[in-house]
C-alpha cells in the first residue's frame, strides 16, 4: 500500500494510508517549526490513542488562544468607547441641616439634600439669563412643604426628576449632601466620584462609597 494523502495541522503534518476498503489509518505523524522537523514517528498501533489525545490536546489549545484572543479585542472596544474619565474624591461635610430635607432613595442609600440648597441652583441659573424651564422646576421643588424622600427607581429618567438630578450632580461634588447607608444605616462621610464622556457625547457620573461601591449613577449628557 503506498501513501496518498497527507493532511497539514497546525504544528505538526499527518501522513494517512489509504486501504482499498475506502478505509484509512495514520501511519507517520511529526512535529515541525519553521520549516525544520523537530520530532517524527511511526503511528503503530501501540501509540496511535497517545496520538489521538495528542490531536485533541492541540485543539483544545488552538480553542482557548482563539476565545482569549476575542475576550481581549472585545475589552479593547468597550475600554476606547470612553473618550475622557475624571475620578475626585469627596468630603461630605457640607449639607445645609435647618430647613425641608428631600432624599433620593435607591437599594444601597438614601441621599438627603437640602431644598433651598437646590432653589439656589436654579435661581443662580435664572439671575444669568438662563429661565429655560428654572421657573417650573423651582415651583415643582418649592412644592415640597415637609421633609420628603423619593424612589429613584421609580422616577429616573422621568421629567422633571432627570434634570433635578443634575443639581443633585452639583451638590454632590460640592460635598452638600447627607448619604446613609442602608445595610449598616450609617452615615458616610467620604465618597469616589467618577466621571465618563463616550464617543457619542454621552456623559455620565458615579457616585462610590470610598471602597468603591457604586450607588448612584447619574446621566450628564445623553449621547447621538
Known sequence: ???????????????????????S??????????????TSFSLTNHNQNRCSAFEKGEMSKIIRISLLVFI?????????????????NIKLNSFTKNGISIGIENPKSIIYFNKKDIIDLYEYEISKGELGRSLDLIYNIASFEVDTILNEEKLKGTIPFLEHELKFHELLKKGKAKIIWKGSRKKLYKIKYKFERDKLGGESAYFLTKEGIKFYEITLAFGE
Open 72 to 88: 481581549i479585542g472585545i475589552t479593547s472596544c468597550s475600554s476606547s468607547f470612553i473618550t475622557r474619565t475624571k475620578n475626585k
Open 25 to 38: 489509518s495514520y501511519i507517520y505523524k511529526g512535529l515541525f517549526h519553521g520549516g525544520k522537523w523537530l
Open 1 to 23: 500500500m503506498e501513501i496518498k494523502n497527507t493532511a497539514y495541522n497546525t504544528g505538526y503534518i499527518l501522513l494517512r494510508r489509504i486501504f482499498p476498503s475506502g478505509k
